[in-house]
């Protein structure tokens, strides 16, 4: 299995930050890696596919970059709903794995 | 656009087999444009995935379940389903339907999520 690394576990931000979170591999995933973003007692929402396209709906204020093994999720000027967790996903192989989370909480 | 809703108990004995149906509306089970899939999320935990199932029947599941797991399809009722036997406690979960793209474009539709407890 391929297995997916996320840090930090967490952060604390104020409103209008960016905040940086990564995703590594343990082996190559080409482009096939997904972001979903998930707020508390809520489903998981898709958020970038394929490593840098956002999906429908979702604010510019959000990026992916990445390729390979290691993979970034960037939200610029944070706001109080992006406050959530995030999680990467692979798209390389079965079985599909995920990241352990990035909470991101409220300085 | 698709909305996809789990169903099935709220609870289950220990050593049963839990078994969950999600019916698709405003989508069809038959395209060849997504995985239907099965994720699960213990109680403060991550994503784990389950499995999926393609619109040929071909299935594949997470090892980590050990041959427990099996998902079928319905199509005239436009509905897939999760059977896990011989659950324990750490079957506790959150458990998600949801379609993912067949063309590398993620999972961009998900149930509401079920909870599921394993307890006698």
């Known amino acids: 299995d391929i297995q997916m690394t996320q840090s930090p576990s967490s952060v604390s931000a104020s409103v209008g930050d960016r905040v940086t979170i990564t995703c590594r591999a343990s082996?190559?995933?080409?482009?096939?890696l997904h972001w979903y973003q998930q707020k508390p007692g809520e489903v998981p929402k898709l958020l970038i596919y394929?490593?840098?396209t956002l999906q429908s709906g979702v604010p510019s204020s959000f990026s992916g970059s990445g390729s390979g093994t290691d993979f970034v999720l960037t939200i610029d000027n944070l706001q109080p709903e992006d406050f959530a967790t995030y999680y990467c996903?692979?798209?390389?192989?079965?079985?599909?794995?995920f990241g352990g989370g990035t909470k991101v909480e409220i300085k | 656009q698709a909305q996809l809703q789990e169903s099935g108990p709220g609870l289950v004995k220990p050593s049963q087999t839990l078994s969950l149906t999600c019916t698709v509306s405003?989508?069809?089970?038959?395209?060849?444009?997504?995985?239907w899939s099965w994720i699960r999320q213990p109680p403060g935990k991550g994503l784990d995935w389950i499995g999926y199932?393609?619109?040929?029947?071909?299935?594949h599941y997470n090892p980590s379940l050990k041959g427990r797991v099996s998902i079928s399809l319905d199509t005239s009722k436009s509905q897939f389903s999760l059977k896990l036997s011989a659950v324990s406690v750490a079957d506790t979960a959150v458990y998600y339907c949801?379609?993912?793209?067949?063309?590398?474009?993620?999972?961009?539709?998900w149930g509401q999520g079920t909870t599921v407890t394993v307890s006698s």
């Open positions: 199932i393609y619109n040929n029947g071909n299935t």
């Open positions: 405003g989508g069809s089970v038959t395209s060849g444009d997504y995985y």
């Open positions: 082996q190559g995933i080409s482009r096939w």
């Open positions: 949801a379609r993912e793209g067949y063309n590398y474009n993620g999972m961009d539709v």
């Open positions: 996903q692979q798209a390389h192989s079965f079985p599909r794995t």
């Open positions: 394929a490593a840098s």
